[in-house]
């Protein structure tokens, strides 16, 4: 287990270390949320790499990862825990079994003790761990209703949830906490209060080159050049879904595995669905409007 970073700069070179390309403001506010304990809710489009900090900053401090995925519908039995109801049955059928009539108030307790007790993602984040509190992921919050968010709040106000049968777990060490929301709809003020906020947009052209670099080494560097300078015009279009940094490192690597070395407009054309999730994009993208951004990007690298 590794010690929390003890600066803005040592946050950058945590991050670095195990290949994510952070800006300055990103390493700020992780600092921050590690210095101050808060949970950090990061939002932006999809792809720019939220979830990945979270799996970044577990390897770079030696911590568990434990992660809840966020979907509609998301309940407690899901999330926190639920009661392992064939063992239970099992129990009392064995009571009952055992002739002399079993005590029900002793079997009660018996059936509702944590020997019965599935321990959802929620749950295992408030339990000890031997390297030190885990990192909790809560990813895609967005993908929730307000319910779920409204049980959120006494998780991470106070490192706690109750269980009606059992009373109150709350967290010795509380975890480092991380929600991701790509923004499909808008997260309640109660909880972004108990948050620090960062936005996470789309990089700069530099930073995605260093990202390229970081995590796509084998890309030639003059290919790695036109990827992104095509990648940050194609983002200047009118599409459905612009492509995100995960897109930008998919379709290098494609790229790589066809041994190219050099962008092209057929190779461009072939390969976009690497790059472009959505037929009308890709569409749009076809013909003279894939020299014409190809053009663009490689007179900006020859820049």
Not at 38 to 45: A, H, M, Q, T
Not at 47 to 56: D, P, R, S, V
Not at 103 to 131: N, T, V
Not at 244 to 258: F, H, I, K, N, S
Request: overall charge negative; some cysteine; charged content about 25%.
């Amino acid at each position: 287990m590794s010690a929390l970073p003890a600066s803005i700069d040592a946050t950058l070179s945590l991050l670095q270390s195990q290949g994510y390309v952070a800006d300055r403001a990103l390493a700020t506010v992780l600092f921050l949320a590690l210095r101050m304990k808060r949970p950090l809710l990061l939002e932006g489009e999809a792809g720019t790499g939220k979830t990945e900090i979270a799996k970044t900053l577990a390897t770079a401090l030696g911590r568990k990862l434990i992660r809840l995925q966020c979907y509609e519908g998301l309940d407690l039995a899901s999330a926190v825990y639920e009661w392992d109801y064939a063992r239970q049955m099992m129990a009392i059928r064995l009571a009952e079994a055992g002739g002399g009539g079993a005590d029900r108030e002793r079997l009660e307790g018996e059936i509702f003790s944590q020997r019965y007790l599935m321990k959802r993602p929620l749950l295992q984040a408030l339990e000890p761990h031997e390297g030190g509190a885990p990192i909790l992921l809560i990813d895609e919050l967005d993908r929730t209703d307000e319910a779920f968010e409204a049980f959120l709040l006494e998780v991470l106000a106070d490192s706690q949830v109750t269980i009606p049968e059992l009373g109150t777990f709350k967290a010795a060490e509380p975890p480092i906490v991380i929600l991701t929301s790509n923004r499909t709809r808008e997260i309640h003020d109660a909880l972004k209060r108990r948050c620090l906020y960062h936005w996470v947009g789309y990089p700069d052209a530099p930073r995605e080159l260093a990202i390229l670099k970081a995590r796509a080494p084998h890309a030639p560097a003059k290919l790695a050049k036109q990827v992104v300078a095509f990648v940050q015009a194609i983002r200047r279009e009118e599409l459905f879904k612009a492509p995100g940094v995960a897109e930008t490192l998919d379709w290098a690597t494609a790229l790589v595995e066809l041994d190219a070395v050099a962008l092209d407009p057929a190779l461009v054309s072939d390969t976009l669905g690497a790059l472009l999730k959505y037929q009308d994009d890709i569409q749009a993208m076809q013909g003279s409007k894939v020299k014409e951004l190809l053009d663009q990007a490689k007179a900006e690298t020859r820049g």
